[in-house]
């Protein structure tokens, strides 16, 4: 018998560019590797589906108004797959990450990191959503934001937490 050469789960990666391509925008093989790690390390351990779209400011804004109330651009939005009433049989689905690449930039600029790494924070944060893991309460906050050190420092990316150090 010989051993997979890949024992990962498969992941189904949808990766929308709706901005215009320019340095600093990550390439897919980085969005399937931050996904990956967030899978691996969150618990999930079957085959998953989703997809992230790089929007611009005029979207980010909208998506954020209209399903969150509030009407500016962020820098991530989660929307966790929810299956259709009736439907017993688990499906890979887990759903849909919306980054803003305007305020990535901004946000890693401001917080002097490397764009890149601000970057994977947010996927790593956002595919947590996905999974069901929040930070709305300070226990949750705590243990999440645990997580995605994990997750990123197996990623060799700085802390991202701790700003005074980077």
Same mark, same amino acid.
């Given at each position: 018998?010989?051993?997979?050469?890949?024992?990962?789960?498969?992941?189904?990666?949808?990766?929308?560019?709706?901005?215009?391509?320019?340095?600093?925008?990550?390439?897919?093989?980085?969005?399937?590797?931050?996904?990956?790690?967030?899978?691996?390390?969150?618990?999930?351990?079957?085959?998953?589906?989703?997809?992230?779209?790089?929007?611009?400011?005029?979207?980010?804004r909208r998506l954020n108004h209209d399903?969150?109330?509030?009407?500016?651009?962020?820098?991530?939005?989660?929307?966790?797959? /929810? +299956?259709?009433?009736?439907?017993?049989?688990?499906?890979?689905? #887990?759903?849909? =990450?919306? $980054?803003?690449? %305007?305020?990535?930039?901004?946000?890693?600029?401001?917080?002097?990191?490397?764009?890149?790494?601000?970057?994977?924070?947010?996927?790593?944060?956002?595919?947590?959503?996905?999974?069901?893991?929040?930070?709305?309460?300070?226990? /949750? +906050?705590?243990?999440?934001?645990?997580?995605?050190?994990?997750? #990123?420092?197996? =990623?060799? $990316?700085?802390? %991202?937490?701790?700003?005074?150090?980077?």
């Open positions: 018998m010989t051993a997979a050469v890949n024992d990962a789960p498969a992941l189904d990666l949808e990766v929308q560019y709706v901005v215009a391509w320019r340095a600093g925008l990550p390439p897919e093989a980085a969005f399937r590797r931050w996904v990956s790690a967030a899978l691996a390390a969150g618990g999930h351990t079957g085959p998953a589906a989703l997809a992230v779209r790089v929007v611009d400011k005029a979207e980010g399903y969150r109330g509030r009407d500016y651009p962020t820098n991530v939005l989660s929307f966790p797959f /929810e +299956a259709p009433p009736g439907l017993d049989e688990p499906l890979p689905e #887990l759903g849909d =990450l919306v $980054i803003c690449a %305007p305020v990535v930039e901004r946000e890693a600029r401001e917080q002097g990191k490397p764009e890149a790494d601000h970057w994977a924070h947010l996927v790593v944060h956002g595919v947590l959503h996905l999974l069901g893991y929040d930070h709305e309460a300070a226990e /949750e +906050a705590e243990a999440m934001e645990g997580l995605e050190r994990r997750i #990123l420092a197996g =990623l060799g $990316i700085a802390d %991202p937490y701790r700003l005074d150090e980077q």
